[in-house]
């Protein structure tokens, strides 16, 4: 089955930095990589995807970045915001099986 | 209405009760899940549901059995269950069609099993 490593598991920045989480998946028919915010005590929300026909992705501060060739995917977090603090995990998926593997998580804190 | 519903918010119960977990979603999604959650782990599946069929069951203990009433509903019911399976119990739907399908998550129950 898949398998998806997640690196760090915490990092801190400072306010206005910018922050980057690192994955690595295993099986190359993985299409489909979404990375959820999930704060403490919260749900987990979905904040930004990429498909596997895409290499990069931009909302506002936040992007995602995917080499299929080397299975990885990086989220990055430009002019980091105390509320940016949370528990970050990738995902990837087979699309069709509709079965995420999750990451183990990066709790990002950011220091005012 | 694009929220995922749970309830309750929290239960707790010893190991001979039976309890039940609920779950709604008013989006006309076709698939929904079971997730359990421990402290600062990721989400695990449990079990999915396509078009109110069990699709996966990700080889879960029989003392946790899902129930897919209608395509809005999702239960999970509980007896016997042991001290370990205290955790977080999520629940998500997605639209099963196409190959990329966003997963919405409910809030979800936090147990304590005594």
């Known amino acids: 089955g898949e398998n998806v490593e997640q690196h760090p598991s915490t990092l801190s920045v400072q306010e206005g930095d910018s922050a980057v989480i690192k994955c690595t998946y295993s099986?190359?028919?993985?299409?489909?990589f979404p990375w959820y915010k999930q704060e403490l005590g919260k749900r987990p929300q979905l904040i930004i995807d990429?498909?596997?026909?895409?290499g990069e992705k931009k909302d506002q501060r936040i992007a995602v970045t995917l080499n299929k060739t080397a299975k990885h995917f990086s989220l990055h977090i430009t002019e980091t915001q105390p509320e940016d603090s949370a528990v970050y995990f990738c995902?990837?998926?087979?699309?069709?099986?509709?079965?995420?593997?999750f990451g183990s998580g990066t709790q990002l804190t950011v220091l005012p | 209405d694009t929220e995922v519903t749970q309830t309750p918010k929290h239960l707790v119960m010893g190991m001979t009760n039976k309890k039940s977990l609920k779950c709604e979603q008013h989006?006309?999604?076709?698939?929904m899940y079971w997730y359990k959650q421990k402290a600062k782990k990721p989400p695990e599946l449990m079990f999915v549901?396509?078009?109110?069929?069990?699709?996966i069951n990700e080889s879960v203990p029989s003392r946790f059995s899902p129930e897919c009433p209608n395509s809005s509903l999702l239960n999970l019911h509980l007896h016997a269950l042991q001290p370990e399976d205290s955790a977080l119990y999520l629940c998500?739907?997605?639209?099963?069609?196409?190959?990329?399908?966003?997963?919405?998550f409910g809030p979800g129950t936090r147990l304590t099993v005594l």
């Open positions: 995902a990837a998926s087979l699309g069709s099986a509709r079965q995420l593997t």
């Open positions: 989006m006309g999604h076709r698939a």
């Open positions: 990429i498909r596997s026909n895409v």
């Open positions: 998500a739907s997605s639209q099963d069609s196409g190959s990329w399908n966003e997963q919405f």
């Open positions: 099986d190359s028919a993985s299409n489909y």
């Open positions: 549901y396509s078009y109110e069929k069990l699709s």
